[in-house]
């Protein structure tokens, strides 16, 4: 049986996962380093961040990714949290919108999903020694 560690690793996986229209493969990974961002650019990252910048959400992120099996039922994520059902709901969304995960309504419940693509993303913003001047 698959660890259920809270690791936030990132493994890489098709880009079908994505939703339509957004670009993941190596000319969409722009690390600082490389520049400034443009102002469209920046935008798009901080709400993505913005999202992440909450410590339920990054909770919930941190569970999504690390399920078994790779998705996780809203069931679960809301026995982990002393919140009510609609907060957790909120907080879903939030990280649905941001484009970080998504759901998928099997009878009552919602399975949630990572979006690798998405986090791979923005893990690459960041990765100065990957993807900056020199690196090989």
Request: net charge positive; charged share 25%.
């Given at each position: 049986m698959p660890s259920?560690?809270?690791?936030m690793e990132v493994r890489p996986e098709p880009v079908s996962d994505a939703p339509p229209g957004t670009s993941t493969g190596p000319a969409a990974v722009a690390a600082l380093v490389h520049g400034p961002l443009d102002s469209d650019r920046a935008g798009d990252l901080a709400g993505s961040?913005?999202?992440?910048?909450?410590?339920?959400?990054?909770?919930?992120?941190?569970?999504?990714?690390?399920?078994?099996?790779?998705?996780?039922?809203v069931c679960d994520l809301s026995e982990a949290f002393p919140l009510t059902g609609p907060t957790i709901?909120?907080?879903?969304?939030?990280?649905?919108?941001?484009?970080?995960?998504?759901?998928?309504?099997?009878?009552?419940?919602?399975?949630?999903?990572?979006i690798p693509g998405q986090l791979t993303r923005l893990a690459g913003v960041l990765d100065a020694d990957r993807h900056g001047p020199g690196a090989g």
């Open positions: 259920r560690s809270m690791s961040f913005k999202a992440l910048g909450d410590p339920v959400r990054l909770r919930l992120l941190s569970m999504i990714v690390s399920a078994a099996d790779g998705e996780i039922c709901s909120h907080h879903l969304r939030i990280l649905r919108e941001a484009g970080l995960v998504h759901g998928v309504r099997r009878g009552t419940w919602v399975y949630y999903r990572a």
